[in-house]
């Protein structure tokens, strides 16, 4: 079973942001971040933390979340903000399967460009843009990926890409 197309009420469409505001935005989350999560080691605190003061920040992220390496090929869903996200998603498939075989981060401007199914799977019909990037623990080991979706297209860039990249790294690397 997969989202519906309608938004339920605690969820609101994308806005996005120039990329002025969005760096102002993401140094504001980052310092909140770094403050909140200062001497924690807990792996899912640290997850829920991260997605509830990014969402708070960053206007356009509709769904919010990681998804953890379950298996030598496999990804199941952990903790995020959003609609029903998909529970099992193979490194075969998808967005966030690419980026867990390659290990680097995806910028998708939009995902109804591609292949649905395959190169990407649609947990919610509202997801326009999406990027994911791999989270490596402490010796270089793939733990999970970080996907973040936008209603709307183009929401992700380069901006995204190095703030999440550097904060990720300081967090779970
Ligand atoms: N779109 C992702 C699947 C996860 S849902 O977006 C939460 C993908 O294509 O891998």
Redo the contacts with the bound molecule.
């Keep these: 079973m997969s989202a519906s197309a309608e938004m339920p009420y605690f969820i609101k469409p994308s806005v996005n942001l120039s990329q002025e505001d969005k760096r102002e935005a993401y140094e504001q989350a980052v310092m909140a971040i770094e403050a909140n999560l200062e001497g924690e080691e807990a792996t899912i605190l640290k997850m829920a933390t991260i997605n509830c003061i990014l969402k708070t920040y960053l206007p356009y992220y509709y769904?919010v979340?990681f998804?953890l390496v379950s298996g030598p090929e496999r990804l199941s869903?952990g903790p995020?903000q959003?609609t029903l996200?998909?529970l099992h998603?193979d490194f075969s498939?998808?967005?966030?399967?690419?980026?867990a075989r390659e290990r680097k981060t995806q910028l998708?401007p939009d995902?109804h460009a591609?292949a649905q199914g395959t190169?990407?799977?649609?947990?919610?019909p509202n997801?326009r843009s999406?990027i994911?990037v791999p989270v490596l623990d402490p010796q270089g080991k793939l733990l999970a990926v970080f996907?973040v979706?936008s209603t709307l297209e183009n929401s992700f860039d380069e901006v995204d890409q190095q703030y999440l990249e550097i904060m990720l790294h300081r967090v779970f690397g």
């Design positions: 769904w979340g998804y869903v995020y959003g996200g998909c998603i498939k998808g967005v966030c399967g690419k980026a998708v995902t591609l190169d990407h799977i649609a947990c919610d997801s999406e994911v996907d979706d």
